[in-house]
């Protein structure tokens, strides 16, 4: 049987509702670490209480400064499920990013100049495990040329990925139940992409389940290469 996730959404109880009543298995709940405080477990807490779903804690990390930036990753690593980086501000911060080990995920890294991912970068996600994230809101709230570059973008990224065989997911990025996608609606959106519908679904099932064990060994995890058996 095929699970579902979509793994960039935002703490909102709409939205998790929405996805619930879509059938998806999961998703990944993202604060911003500039806001997060004390406070933040509890408030995810209460979301995981209102779901059947599997919900996983995301700290969002979107900072130009490439100090601060590795800074709060470190600070919040251990805090959380999943560290997300916002890509696409420049090269050298996509760059800077894809140095840092402790990031997860790595969100639309592509901007107005080009995909944001090269020979080398691609190098670097898969030597630490860094899994790009192709935010759907890009190609859905857009239109005209700015949407034409960002899918030329997204199909560069794709190639890149062929090549060098780093993970991608696609996410919805939902703000609110307005934005939420069922699964079925996601794959019919790769369509824009060329994206067979059985590569699509990887995008949106199994290649989220490999993150999903990623979290499970690092939680598990007592040194590099030991685990604790249950």
Not at 27 to 41: G, L
Not at 44 to 72: A, C, H, W
Not at 162 to 170: A, T
Request: glycine share 6%.
């Amino acid at each position: 049987m095929t699970f579902f996730y979509d793994f960039n959404v935002k703490p909102d109880i709409d939205v998790i509702k929405t996805l619930d009543k879509f059938n998806f298995k999961g998703a990944c709940v993202f604060y911003n670490a500039k806001e997060v405080d004390e406070n933040t477990p509890g408030e995810f807490e209460k979301l995981q209480n209102l779901t059947s779903m599997d919900l996983y804690y995301g700290i969002y990390v979107d900072e130009e400064n490439p100090q601060i930036l590795r800074n709060q990753v470190l600070k919040n690593y251990r805090k959380c499920d999943i560290i997300m980086v916002a890509g696409g501000k420049s090269a050298k911060l996509n760059h800077y990013t894809c140095k840092i080990p402790e990031v997860d995920m790595i969100d639309h890294p592509y901007d107005l100049r080009g995909n944001g991912i090269n020979h080398i970068l691609s190098r670097m996600l898969v030597e630490n495990n860094i899994t790009v994230n192709i935010n759907l809101m890009d190609i859905i709230k857009n239109r005209g040329t700015y949407r034409t570059r960002i899918l030329s973008h997204l199909h560069n990224i794709l190639k890149m990925r062929d090549k060098f065989g780093f993970r991608v997911v696609f996410s919805t990025g939902a703000e609110d139940f307005f934005d939420v996608r069922s699964p079925e609606a996601m794959q019919s959106l790769g369509r824009l992409l060329d994206i067979q519908q059985d590569e699509m679904t990887k995008f949106i099932s199994n290649n989220v389940e490999n993150v999903i064990e990623n979290i499970n060994k690092r939680q598990n995890g007592v040194i590099e290469g030991i685990r604790i058996l249950k």
